[in-house]
């Protein structure tokens, strides 16, 4: 019912407060996409990137393994052992799973791989529990470190921005940049001077989880969702590209 009579906005770079079942989907497409083997074979927005007209040196690093990537406010990590959200201690070829930290203070600090593909680049190998009802499919874990504030917090120290409750229909653009594109759902409401003021008409987005953590503002409280645990996040710039009748 909070979102009858919604208002139409103009598209353009906003700030915005993502709720964790709208950011949970975009972040959890980054990690699934953080694989090793992509990245070494040039395929994936860690791939260690040639200068034009060069060869990669004999022995030259693959990906950016090592490099900061991210605002230093975001760590990410799993657990198969955390209390809120646990999984499976074991991977699908039955390797023990033990606690793995992605990304650490905004650099990439470790990568999933296969046994396989471990063993042919002499690398550490990660396995990696699925969160969720199966043990051998659907999303990895993800653990993201946030701050203290609550939601309604974040939403008093905003002047001027909008919250989303939810995306849907996300699908991949460029798997170089990560860009994706989107619906907003189930709620998106204007915020004006700490208060939420109407709802809005929803939007069609395009973004890259990459600038989001970014892009960051302020990190609330993680709570749990899909089987991982993901802040709310007040982001700077995010882009709605259209207007959508989609409800």
Same mark, same amino acid.
Not at 95 to 119: C, F, L, Q
Not at 137 to 157: A, P, V, Y
Not at 191 to 211: A, H, T, W
């Given at each position: 019912?909070?979102?009858?009579?919604?208002?139409?906005?103009?598209?353009?770079?906003?700030?915005?407060?993502?709720?964790?079942?709208?950011?949970?989907?975009?972040?959890?497409?980054?990690?699934?996409?953080?694989?090793?083997?992509?990245?070494?074979?040039?395929?994936?927005?860690?791939?260690?990137?040639?200068?034009?007209?060069?060869?990669?040196?004999?022995?030259?690093?693959?990906?950016?393994?090592?490099?900061?990537?991210?605002?230093?406010?975001?760590?990410?990590?799993?657990?198969?052992?955390?209390?809120?959200?646990?999984?499976?201690?074991?991977?699908?070829?039955?390797?023990?799973?033990?606690?793995?930290?992605?990304?650490?203070?905004?650099?990439?600090?470790?990568?999933?791989?296969?046994?396989?593909?471990?063993?042919?680049?002499?690398?550490?190998?990660?396995?990696?529990?699925?969160?969720?009802?199966?043990?051998?499919?659907?999303?990895?874990?993800?653990?993201?470190?946030?701050?203290?504030?609550?939601?309604?917090?974040?939403?008093?120290?905003?002047?001027?921005?909008?919250?989303?409750?939810?995306?849907?229909?996300?699908?991949?653009?460029?798997?170089?940049?990560?860009?994706?594109?989107?619906?907003?759902?189930? @709620?998106?409401?204007?915020?004006? /001077? =700490?208060?939420?003021?109407? +709802?809005? !008409?929803?939007?069609? $987005?395009?973004? *890259?989880?990459?600038?989001?953590?970014?892009?960051?503002?302020?990190? @609330?409280?993680?709570?749990?969702? /899909? =089987?991982?645990?993901?802040? +709310?996040? !007040?982001?700077?710039? $995010?882009?709605? *590209?259209?207007?959508?009748?989609?409800?």
């Amino acid at each position: 019912m909070g979102s009858t009579n919604a208002r139409e906005m103009e598209p353009g770079k906003y700030t915005v407060i993502l709720e964790p079942a709208a950011s949970v989907d975009l972040l959890s497409n980054m990690l699934r996409n953080m694989g090793q083997r992509s990245a070494d074979e040039g395929r994936s927005f860690l791939s260690k990137k040639t200068e034009e007209g060069k060869d990669k040196a004999d022995g030259a690093p693959t990906n950016r393994l090592g490099e900061k990537m991210f605002d230093e406010r975001v760590t990410i990590y799993s657990d198969p052992l955390h209390s809120e959200c646990p999984t499976a201690a074991f991977a699908g070829d039955g390797h023990p799973v033990v606690h793995t930290k992605w990304i650490d203070k905004g650099v990439i600090t470790a990568m999933p791989n296969s046994r396989y593909w471990a063993e042919k680049t002499g690398s550490k190998y990660y396995p990696t529990a699925y969160a969720g009802a199966s043990r051998f499919g659907g999303n990895r874990q993800m653990i993201m470190e946030g701050g203290k504030q609550s939601l309604e917090e974040m939403i008093k120290d905003t002047r001027r921005g909008v919250l989303v409750t939810r995306l849907w229909y996300i699908r991949a653009l460029d798997p170089q940049t990560l860009l994706y594109t989107g619906l907003t759902r189930d @709620g998106t409401f204007y915020i004006e /001077n =700490g208060e939420i003021k109407y +709802p809005i !008409k929803n939007f069609r $987005f395009n973004e *890259s989880p990459i600038v989001i953590l970014n892009n960051i503002e302020a990190l @609330g409280k993680p709570q749990r969702i /899909n =089987g991982s645990m993901i802040p +709310p996040m !007040k982001i700077r710039d $995010f882009t709605f *590209s259209s207007l959508s009748d989609a409800v």
